[in-house]
């Protein structure tokens, strides 16, 4: 993969990025492809979870209201943990989820939390703006909030990317109106969000797999444009909408694919990433003739839902 220098364009505070943006001096092509190659982490066996709360000390809790999750959802807590009003989950439950869940979860935030960054954002808040970054790990030393604004990815369906909330030690990711779009043919499962603390997202758009230090909520349909994984070190809650858990995919800023022991697929080719979709929520990045057939495509086999009910 030819290392490229993730840019973050923003309109109309172009002129205001210069000083927003830490500078730092330009890196060689060498150290550049490293930054994005050579620490791709692994999820393990936390990869086959939509929905995963790996609270220590059997405190895990997913709290679903009138949602739609198609994927497993998991909780570290007891089997009354994962709590269901109005919710649907085309998937299997596991409370309490292995050690070795957790374990691979806490393992790969970590690895996440050591990955150099190829772009620093200073800026904290963005209101009413259009953003664009190309591949790569950027980073926002403290908080991130996000308000009627859109993020949009430019990339291939190989490409990764990896933001970073809180690298200065703590920092939370709030949206509200906040739409995160690909371009170019781009990957959700190959966006990766690792978080300090809490995720709080409210009617936005939302793509990528999120690694929360803190709780995650995603209310008011938020989670009707979720693509990717909502895991956390604490509780989750979900409020309405769809949220379409990923199968294989890249996390981290590198450019390999995720093919821990746990993962049900052991897909090795990124541009064919195996479905596992409920009927009528869109595509997910996936072939839809590469079925994960431990967890069967309810696009494919003409039946209405899946497993959970």
């Known amino acids: 993969m030819s290392a490229r220098n993730a840019r973050f364009v923003l309109v109309p505070l172009a002129t205001f990025l210069s000083l927003a943006c830490g500078s ?72 309490p989820v292995a050690s070795g869940v957790v374990n691979d979860f806490n393992s790969a935030y970590a690895a996440l ?21 190309n591949p790569g790990v950027i980073c926002f030393p403290a908080a991130a909030t996000f308000t009627r604004t859109t993020l949009t990815l430019n990339g291939s369906a190989t490409d990764t990317w990896l933001f970073k909330v809180g690298t200065s030690g703590t920092g939370a990711l709030t949206g509200t109106g906040f739409s995160v779009v690909m371009a170019g043919g781009g990957n ?57 858990g990923c199968t294989g995919g890249s996390i981290g800023g590198g450019g390999g694919d ?17 479905c596992n979709q409920g009927r009528g929520n869109g595509r997910e990045g996936c072939d839809p003739g590469n079925s994960d057939h431990h967890n069967g495509s309810n696009d494919e086999d003409g039946h209405g839902r899946g497993r959970g009910h």
Request: aromatic share 4%; with cysteine; glycine share 10%.
């Open 113 to 133: 939390a050591s990955q150099s960054c190829t772009q620093t954002i200073n800026q904290a808040a963005f209101t009413d703006t259009a953003l664009s970054v």
């Open 188 to 244: 959700p499962c190959n966006v990766t969000w690792w978080i300090a603390q809490a995720v709080t997202m409210t009617t936005s758009n939302f793509n990528g797999t999120i690694l929360a230090g803190a709780a995650i909520t995603a209310t008011v349909g938020t989670a009707g444009a979720f693509n990717g994984r909502a895991l956390a070190k604490a509780a989750v809650t979900l409020t309405g909408g769809t949220l379409n």
């Open 24 to 95: 730092a001096p330009p890196a060689s092509s060498a150290s550049q492809e490293q930054a994005l190659t050579s620490s791709s982490a692994s999820l393990g066996s936390a990869s086959n979870f939509a929905v995963l709360s790996a609270a220590p000390l059997s405190g895990g809790a997913v709290t679903c209201t009138g949602a739609t999750i198609n994927g497993d959802v998991g909780s570290s807590g007891s089997a009354a943990s994962i709590v269901r009003t109005g919710c649907i989950i085309n998937g299997a439950t596991v409370a």
């Open 258 to 274: 995720d093919d821990g022991e746990g993962d049900h697929d052991h897909d090795h080719d990124k541009d064919h990433h195996k």
